[in-house]
C-alpha cells in the first residue's frame, strides 16, 4: 500500500523540471498584515495548485493543514480567505473550533483593526482596488453585497446544535443549500472521533464529537464548490483510520521537529528535580525575573511570563494563594539564604541555577525583592480557572500578553489554555505537583503545552529582529531568552511517559540531566577530636597593587599564542568514528596589524576600556593595552598550517577569527586570574570543622564531554577506610588511582604516624601562590599527626595535557620545604607543610611522585627507595 501523503506527491511534482509551482498572488502579499515565512509561502502554492486544478471540486474540495503549533497555521488561514474570495467568488465562510477562547482570539485576528494580534492590513484590505470588509454574522444573507467577506464564527458544538435544532431566521440546512460555503476548521483533531474509534464502546463526550464529525460532513456535501479547510497541530496518523481518512487530503506537512530544526522555537529543557511545589514555583519566580534583568542588561525590553499547570482547579487556586503569600513576605534575609543555598547545591558552571544564582549574588537584594514584589502581585497574577474568567477582558488580558501596556507576569491554569493560546514570551511552564497524575494522557497534554509555549520571541539584537533563533552556537546569557524550562518532577514512570509523549510530538528537548552525587562525612570522623579541634593551615593574603599587574605573563597569559589551522573533519551519520584531512604540517608566525586587533576589541564587550582598567589597573589607555610589550603589543600568533597553505593564504576574515579567538582565551585568564589580594609565607590555622563538611557534584549525564576515561567521574565506595573521612570518593579515574596509591601505603602509614587522615578538599581550601595572585585549591590534603608535629601533605593528582599549563602549582607545592620564611602563626614548632610532585599518568611522571612521596613521608633518601 502506498503510504504518501498528498504533501509529499505535490512536492514530487514541483521538483520535477516540467512542473513550475504557481506563484502566490500579489494581493495576498499586500493585504496581510505580516510577511510571510518561506515554509507560510511553500504551503500556500501547494494549496494553490490543488485549487487550480480541473478536479478541485472532487479531488480537492476538503483538505488539511497539519502544521505545527506556533507556525503561524492563522496566518495561512487568512491567506486561504483571501485566495478563495477573489479567484473563486466565495463570500461565505464559517470558522469552527471547539472553544470558547480560541473564537475570541480568532474575532482579533480577523475582524478586530485594532488589535495588534489582527492579521490583515492595518490599512484595510484593498483587492483589484475595491475595499473589501469582513463582517461577522450569525447567518448568511440571501444577497449577499459586494467586496463583502460574510464570517460566522462559532464554536462546532454550537455550529452541531444550531443545525441539529433549527430555528426561526437561524441557521439551518435547507438555507445553505444554495449558499457557497468555505468551512475553516481549527484544532481539527477534535471532530474525527467517528473516524478514529475502534469497535469499542465511545465514551460520553467522545459520542458528541462524533456527532460532530457527520455535521461536518454534511455541510461540504450541500454543494460540490464547498469547501472544508481543516488546520491543526495534532493529527495521529499511526491510526489506520485516521491516515486512511487524510493520506489524499494533508496539503501541507509541517510538524513540531522541522519548525525547531528550522530555528523557528525556543530550545526546550526539562528542569528535573524533587521540589515541593513552593520550592518550584519560588525558583520559577526568580529564573523568569533572571531572564528579564539579564533582557534588560542587553537593552531588550522583556516581560517573560510564567505558567503555572495544575492537574485540578482547587488545587491551582491553592497555589495561587500559596504564590501571591510567598512573594508577599519575601525579605533580604530570606533571599540572601536561598541564593546561598542555590550556590552551594548548583556548582556546575553551566546549570541556569547556577547563572541564575550567582547573577543575583552579585546584586542589590533589597531592590530584587521590591521588584519582585512589585512585579508579581494579585493585579499581575491571572487565574485561567475561575468561572468568570473568559469574561472580555480578561480574553483581551491573555491574548496581548507579549503588550508592554498588559501587566501580567503569571498565570495559574488547568487546561483551559492547552489549545487556542498564543503567546511568544512564555519561557516557565511549571508543573505543580501536587494531585498530578503521571499517565500517559497527562503527559501528552503536557507535551502539547511545552509545544505551544515553544515559540520562539523575537527580539531585536544588535540592531536587528528576528524569529529564528540567533544564539545557539554563541557563548552568552542571552540565551535564557531563547530558551523555554519545563520546571518538572524527577519521578522516573512520570519522565518516562514525559519523553514518549515529547517523541510522539516531535518535541526535541535539551535536558540537563544533572546527577546530583553526595559524599557525607562520617559520623566517626565527626566526633573525632581531629574535626572538632583539628586546623587546616592556609597562607594569608594581603590586598594586591598595580605593581601586581603589570603584563600579561601576570595573568598566565604567554606571549605566544599557538593555534591550529581548522579542517574539516567527517563523520559518518550514526557512527561515532571520524576521518580528519590528515594532511602534513608546519608552523608560522602570523603577524597581526594594529587595525585587526583594534576590530576584534570593538566586538568584545569585555575590552572596552573602563571594563578592562577594573581588570588591568596598570592601564593608562587602550593605546597602552594594543601596543603596550608587557601587553598585546608583544603577542606572536603561531599558526601550525597545512603544508600547501601559508599565512599569506589566509583571508582577513580568518585572521580576524584567530584575534577574536585569543581575545576570548585572554578574557577568560584575565578574569580568573585577577585577585585583589596576593598570597603571602605566613599560614594560619582555620577549623576543620569549619572547612570540612558534606557535598554535592553535580553531573550533567547528557552534555559531559570527555577526552578519555580518566575524565569520567564516578563514586568510590570508602565506607569501610576510616582514614577516608567521607562515605564514598566521587572522583574521575585519575584520582581514583591516586586514593589506591595512600591505600597501598596505609599500613605503613598507620605504623609510623598515630593518626592519618585523607581529606577530599571540594573547593573549600584554597591557596595563593607565594608573592603571586593565582589561586590554587589542591585536590587532597594528607593529615598526619605523631608525637612532635602535625603534617598538612598537599596532594594534587593532574592529567598530562595540564602538567605544563599548571607547572605554576607544582612549584608552590614544592617551594614549600625550601623557601625559609615560610611561618605558621603560633604553632611555627609544631606544624610541617609538605608539598609532593603531581601524581601523573604516564609512567615517569607518577614514578617521580612515588619517589617524591616516600622521600617526604617517610624519609627515604632516593638511593634507599
Known sequence: MNKEILHARIEKRFNDIFETPPEIPKYIYDNLRHNLRPYQEQALKQFIYTQRASTADISFNHLLFHMATGSGKTLVLAATMLYQFKENGH??????VNSDAIIKKTYDNLTNITSPKYLFNS????IDGNSVNIQVVDVFPALPAENTIYLKLTTIQKLHMDLSNPKENGLTYESLTETNLVL?????????VLTRSDKRKLNTKEAEEKTWEKTVSTLLDLDPSNRLIEYTATIDLTNDALFGKYQDKIIYQYDLKRFMEDGYSKNVVLLRANEDDEQKMLHGM???????????DHGIDLKPIILFKSNKIAISLEANNTFLNLTENLTVEKMQKIIQKGLTVYQNEQSIWRKMFSYYNGKDLDQIVRDLKWDFTSETVLNANESTFMSESNALLLNTLEDSSNPI???FAVAKLNEGWDVLNLFDIVRISEGASNTKNTTDSEAQLIGRGARNYPFIHNGEKSYIRRLDYTSTDLKVIETLYYHTINDNSYIKNLEKSLKAANIQVKEDQISRLEAKVKTKFRKNELFNKGKIYINKLVPTSVEDYQSLSDYNISRDYELQYETSVEQQYGSQRTTSAGTKKHEEELLIDKSLLQKGIQRNPFYRFNNLKQYIPSISSMKDFIEGKKFLGNIRFNITLPDGISVKDLSAKEKLDIVEKFLVYAEGNIRSNYMKERGTPVFEGFAISKLIDDYVIEMNTVNQRVKNVNQVI???N?????????DQAIVNGLESDMIDFINNYMEELQSKYDEVYLIRNERKIKFVEIDGIRGFMPDFLLYMKDADFTYQVFLEPKGDYLREKDKW????????????DIKVLNENEKVRLIGIKFFSENKESKQAFREDFKEKVFGQSKSTL
Open 184 to 192: 475553516l476548521a481549527d484544532e481539527a483533531h477534535h471532530i474525527n
Open 718 to 726: 570508602m565506607k569501610d577506610q576510616d582514614w577516608y573521612i567521607y
Open 714 to 716: 564516578r563514586t568510590k
Open 123 to 126: 490599512g484595510g484590505i484593498i
Open 91 to 96: 463570500q461565505n465562510f464559517i470558522f469552527f
Open 286 to 296: 526568580l529564573l523568569s525575573q533572571y531572564r528579564k534583568y539579564i533582557a534588560k
Open 809 to 820: 602549582k607544582e612549584d608552590f607545592l614544592l617551594s614549600l620545604a625550601k623557601r625559609s
Open 409 to 411: 507576569r503569571a498565570i
